[in-house]
């Protein structure tokens, strides 16, 4: 993948499913009943896809972006249409003559210039479109976008609130028309019967009103020099479906995804149980172990001291033994038991004859 074709999470890949494939898309199909037949600008028109599905119903189509290479694969992908071509430009000079276009398309552009360019930027659409051509506007609302959600997104260089982008658009297009956009959850019923009518429908099941208008996450501004420039009919509610229900069929994935994991968890923390119980086995293990060391240790000492005090009773025993010996031999060799000896001798004999 090229740096062009790199998905950053701000401009729109084609191909990209999700919320921001919703909002961008939707953006362009509602701009195609102002386009048909007439000639279009397509400012900051990135990687083209837009102004591809504007030159399905208009006149003519030019894309416009600063950005030379996105402009080369946008004329590769989509330059074969015939009504459609591609200029690398900025939006604050635009490469083309005063009053040659009909309407100019400009969706998520002035927020990522700066306060000083905002201005210049619709003073050049304002030069290029013809007296009554009018101009189709979205720009994040600061304080839904940002404000709110505590949300700093690092391509926006300075986002406008309602009041900052009405004001900022009126000296050159005073008439405006307001429409909000916000990704919407809920539940759509449609007539088979083609028209125009709606009804908008908001509550739980304990009550049922009429829906009002949810803050704008972007605002959509259909603005013109005149009221009378403006188009005369437009829908009160423009829905986008997903033709594939690429959005469905990922949050069908992740639920079952997630059901997976959660498989996956319940038979992680069943090994974990079977371990930790194995873990409780082996303590024990050891600590019986480790009883029965300690009782043989005590047995082996209890039998060493015993072993230890016959042994010194024996050594007293026979150190007296010896020493009696000792006495009897140093008394055998002294002078008094010689002398006493024949006496002793004589008494002997003496018992014997008397025995006799």
Same mark, same amino acid.
């Given at each position: ?86 200029? $690398?430009?900025?939006?604050?000079? @635009? &490469?083309?003559?005063?009053?040659? *276009?009909?309407?100019? +398309?400009?969706? %998520?552009?002035? !927020? ?111 603005? $013109?020099?005149?009221?009378?420039? @403006? &188009?005369?009919?437009?829908?009160? *509610?423009?829905?986008? +479906?997903?033709? %594939?229900?690429? !959005? ?109």
């Amino acid at each position: 993948m090229t740096e062009a074709d790199s998905f950053t999470g701000e401009r729109f890949l084609p191909g990209v499913v999700g919320e921001i494939a919703y909002e961008h898309c939707h953006r362009y199909a509602f701009a195609r009943r102002y386009v048909a037949g007439r000639r279009v600008l397509d400012a900051a028109c990135g990687e083209g896809y837009g102004s591809a599905l504007l030159a399905g119903v208009a006149q003519t189509v030019v894309g416009v972006d600063i950005d030379a290479q996105v402009i080369a694969k946008a004329a590769a992908t989509y330059g074969k249409n015939g009504k459609l071509s591609f200029e $690398a430009a900025s939006v604050t000079r @635009l &490469p083309l003559p005063d009053a040659s *276009v009909d309407v100019v +398309v400009s969706f %998520e552009t002035i !927020e990522h210039l700066e306060a000083v360019d905002q201005p210049p930027m619709l003073a050049e659409f304002a030069r290029v479109l013809v007296p009554r051509g009018i101009l189709i506007l979205s720009s994040p609302n600061r304080h839904e976008y940002s404000d709110a959600r505590g949300y700093a997104n690092p391509f926006h260089i300075h986002e406008l609130d309602r009041d900052e982008l009405s004001q900022l658009l009126q000296p050159r297009f005073a008439a405006q028309r307001w429409f909000h956009q916000r990704r919407y959850l809920g539940s759509a019923i449609w007539s088979e019967t083609p028209g125009e009518r709606f009804e908008a429908l908001a509550g739980s099941a304990a009550d049922v009103g009429t829906a009002a208008v949810p803050p704008a996450m972007y605002f959509i501004v259909i603005a $013109a020099s005149a009221p009378e420039s @403006l &188009p005369t009919h437009e829908p009160a *509610v423009s829905l986008y +479906v997903d033709g %594939e229900d690429a !959005e469905w069929k990922r949050i069908d994935h992740e639920a079952r995804e997630v059901l997976r994991l959660d498989g996956l968890l319940v038979a992680r923390d069943e090994m974990l149980r079977a371990q930790y119980r194995h873990s409780e086995e082996l303590q024990a293990m050891v600590a019986h172990r480790d009883e029965v060391l300690a009782e043989r240790t005590r047995s082996e000492e209890i039998a060493r001291q015993e072993l230890l005090s016959a042994f010194a009773a024996e050594q007293e025993r026979l150190t007296r033994q010896i020493m009696a010996q000792e006495r009897i031999v140093a008394y055998r060799e002294s002078v008094r038991w010689w002398l006493t000896l024949p006496w002793l001798r004589a008494r002997r004999l003496w018992n014997r004859i008397r025995a006799a």
